[in-house]
């Protein structure tokens, strides 16, 4: 199992940024029902595993908070761009609920492979096969000002990841309200 704990993005904003990855040729755009702020990569897992970290995962407590799209960015080398995506308006709040989650995976003793990357809470929109940097940059610069209506995160998901021949789709296998799992 692939797994990964993130939130999720309402419907109506996801379809609302769809267009801006979808219209850059060469840009494997990411579909609205799978977009999401990742905050934490697990990785490959067995099941019996799966089943420590939805335990660990259900005693992260949090407070609901509001979260609002702010802006388009892109994660590069200094040779190619390798993700387009949307930010949110900082919130720390959210970077707390990230930390709390990443010390439930550390104190178990068989995640400690986690990814060490720093937390940058980001909606990926598209992945780089093969687009125009100058292209990538224009619609960055075209959509300075992205935003969203506000919209409030009151829950957070354990998702299992599956590549297919279109790319990978993502499925919430748990999710976690910050008193008790629901575990699907």
């Not at 797994?3 to 609205?32: C, H, M, N, S």
Request: some cysteine.
């Amino acid at each position: 199992m692939r797994l990964f704990v993130g939130v999720e993005i309402p419907g109506d904003i996801a379809a609302e940024l769809y267009p801006l990855a979808r219209g850059i040729k060469g840009l494997d755009a990411q579909t609205p029902e799978n977009m999401h702020i990742t905050l934490k990569f697990i990785g490959n897992v067995d099941p019996g595993l799966a089943e420590e970290i939805d335990q660990a995962l259900a005693q992260v407590s949090f407070e609901p908070f509001d979260l609002q799209v702010q802006g388009l960015d892109v994660f590069a080398s200094s040779r190619k761009i390798r993700i387009f995506w949307a930010g949110v308006k900082d919130q720390p709040v959210m970077r707390r609920l990230a930390q709390r989650v990443e010390n439930a995976l550390l104190a178990l003793d068989d995640c400690l492979e986690l990814d060490v990357r720093k937390f940058t809470p980001h909606i990926t929109l598209g992945r780089n096969r093969e687009a125009a940097r100058a292209t990538i940059e224009q619609a960055v610069a075209d959509h300075v000002d992205q935003t969203s209506r506000v919209f409030t995160i009151d829950r957070f998901c354990l998702y299992e990841s599956h590549s297919t021949s279109d790319g990978p789709e993502f499925r919430v296998i748990a999710a976690y309200d910050g008193t008790e799992a629901a575990f699907f």
